[in-house]
């Protein structure tokens, strides 16, 4: 890893969601969508980040399309009312919402075609390398490492909320290449924690 490049400038999965949405650094966001009005539905009755994301690639461009941006927003929704049906309603801040999108960003690309996804994160990668000179030098993506995901969240930022989402956005995508593939084999997910007091907070949230 070289020293000269800041951390999150070697997030290369976070750099190329952002690129898909058509910013350069989550600060960009930030700066408009930190602010409680923006927690809230539309006339539509999709959210207000969803709107203003919209709105960006409108202005700026987008890879993905203004459908599937609603169909990753209408999702969101729905997981979050099913994990907030028993808390009195849930809130998520932009961050919290832009990690969803891109968890919903990522597992949709990857069930749907890993091989194409793989290869458009390495033309991405590249185009990494040759903008910093080769100062970010990362190996090129290989299918297999599709399979693992790492999640960077500051302490009280909600991760065990967006993890029972997160879980919610696996099976649902799960579901739907299952349908189209009979093949695919996964039969139960686990949840891992350093010590038996944290296993218990972590089932005490699954029950509700």
């Known amino acids: 890893i070289n020293n000269e490049l800041s951390f999150d400038a070697q997030l290369i999965l976070f750099r190329y969601f952002l690129g898909e949405i058509g910013i350069q650094e989550l600060k960009t966001l930030g700066k408009e969508l930190n602010e409680t009005d923006y927690e809230g539905l539309d006339e539509g009755g999709n959210t207000f980040f969803y709107s203003y994301i919209r709105q960006v690639c409108e202005r700026k461009g987008c890879q993905i399309s203004k459908d599937k941006l609603k169909e990753y927003d209408e999702n969101i929704l729905r997981h979050t009312k099913h994990i907030a049906s028993k808390r009195g309603g849930i809130k998520w801040k932009y961050f919290q919402y832009v990690s969803l999108l891109f968890t919903e960003m990522y597992l949709d690309r990857y069930f749907a075609d890993k091989i194409a996804f793989c290869a458009d994160l390495n033309t991405w990668l590249d185009k990494l390398r040759t903008d910093t000179l080769g100062a970010l030098n990362f190996s090129d993506y290989s299918v297999e490492q599709l399979h693992k995901l790492a ?58």
């Not at 956005?169 to 924690?193: D, E, P």
């Open 151 to 208: 999640y960077m969240c500051a302490t009280g930022s909600g991760k065990t909320l967006i993890m029972h989402v997160n879980i919610l956005q696996f099976m649902h995508y799960l579901k739907r290449a299952q349908r189209i593939n009979s093949q695919i084999k996964i039969n139960r997910i686990i949840v891992l924690s350093p010590n038996e007091g944290m296993s218990q907070q972590h089932l005490q949230e699954l029950e509700l």
